[in-house]
């Protein structure tokens, strides 16, 4: 793993140091020797991680830190703080500045590679969401006025203590439980089981466990599908440097070292917690993008696009099998006299009742799709054309035995809809000529005298 690091300090010879030792991991090193230059080039370089030292003339690291992540073009961007101070207040200090660890001067090799290799590799994986909703924002298809900041103020969270020792158990509890829903456990099974199952927003794990393999625990939290992206605070003793850099490989997020300072406990409890959520909901963002890429936003049924794309993978599958595969195209009859006479708004409210009703009259394996303006359609997989041409009459007489309320108060009105009916004929069937025979059935509807069904034969 390579990445840009942005080494902040005043003193030469602690760039240099650090330089060497990045460099010579195939790191990309930049600069700078105040706070000033360090957030600008923060902003113009892009680094995927920032080595901040703290005591610095002028503008201090907690001071840099604090600008860092307060700005939506640098906040993402990991920092960890460089100091030879090593008071749990002063971690705490920087935790509330928005600092993401620390590393104590002099800096061991060890401890300084796996940290910089987690966070960027954490970053990695929130630099792909962010692009993803920034592409839904460029699409239309969010609003960009929407987009997420990492450090929005989070409230309490659920977590997870996995922890066998009495009294340190207690202790956490006790510092956490004001502001925080925890579950306590110390059987690992139970663990896995209430993990996966507790929508927890962070676990908080000994990794010296006194009748099991901690790491193997955190290993397999990492591994589930369902607890993947679920945080893990380790709780380390302290000089077990091996345990501890393996944890980070392995996919840990933070870690506290005992005895635990109960301040710095919460700073971090809260850090992962925001930081989690963030990636909750920019993950919830790329879904909604999803959907509604693939969605007609007035009708809530899928699109052309989709439809097209699915039509192709069906009719492929069928072939192969040689399983029946029916289409269904369907038209509201004078929906444009609709239009004109009530207005597109009442208009765009028949559209929706008929939606409703065609996702009502169809089974769940079928897709109901807006092909375009009034038109609409139905793939049926596993469905021969005189099933489908019932299930098209059922539709059919629903829609014009039951009139549309509508909301101007002019009472209900009469619509009815004219459907074309086709299925696959030959082996070597293409979407489009199924589109093109149902078209045809579409049209010897019409042009009967609508209001009805017609399936149309190769």
Known sequence: MTARVLVVDDIAANVKLLEAKLSAEYFDVISASNGPDGLRLAAEQKPDIVLL??????????????????????????????????????????LDAGADDFLTKPVNDIALFARVKSLVRLKM?????????????????????????????EAGG??????????????T?????????????????????????????????????????????????????????TPILALVEEGDTKRLVRALEIGINDYLIRPLDR??????????????????????????????????????????????????????????????LSFLIMDIDFFKSINDSHGHAIGDEILRGFASRLKANVRGIDLACRYGGEEFVVIMPETDVAFAYAVAERLRQNVADVPFAISSGGGPLTVTVSIGVTSIERPDETADSILKRADQALYRAKRDGRNRVVAEAA
């Open 53 to 94: 030292d703290v005591m610095m003339p002028g503008m201090d690291g907690f001071e840099v830190c604090r600008r860092l992540k307060s700005s939506p073009d640098t906040a993402h961007i990991p920092v960890v703080m460089v100091t030879a101070l090593d008071q749990p207040s002063d971690r705490v200090q920087g």
């Open 263 to 324: 301040n710095e406990l919460l700073a971090r409890v809260k850090t992962q917690i925001k930081r989690k959520r963030y990636s909750d909901r920019l993950r919830q963002n790329l879904q909604l993008s999803l959907e509604m890429a693939i969605t007609d936003q007035l009708t809530g049924l899928y699109n052309r696009r989709y439809m097209s794309r699915h039509l192709d993978t069906q009719l492929k599958f069928a072939l192969e099998a040689k399983k029946p």
């Open 125 to 153: 994986m929130t630099d792909e969401l962010r692009m993803r909703e920034a592409t839904g924002h460029s699409l239309g298809v969010t609003d960009a006025s929407e987009m997420l900041r990492p450090n929005a103020p």
């Open 173 to 229: 509890l006790d510092a956490l439980s004001g502001e925080h829903e925890l579950k306590l456990t110390a059987d690992p099974i139970e663990a896995l089981m209430l993990a996966r199952d507790g929508d927890f927003d962070l676990v908080v794990l000994s990794l010296s466990l006194q009748n099991t393999d901690g790491m193997r625990l955190c290993s397999q939290l990492k591994t589930l599908e369902s607890t993947r992206h």
């Open 158 to 171: 659920r977590i997870l203590l996995v922890e066998d020792r009495e009294t340190s158990a207690r202790r």
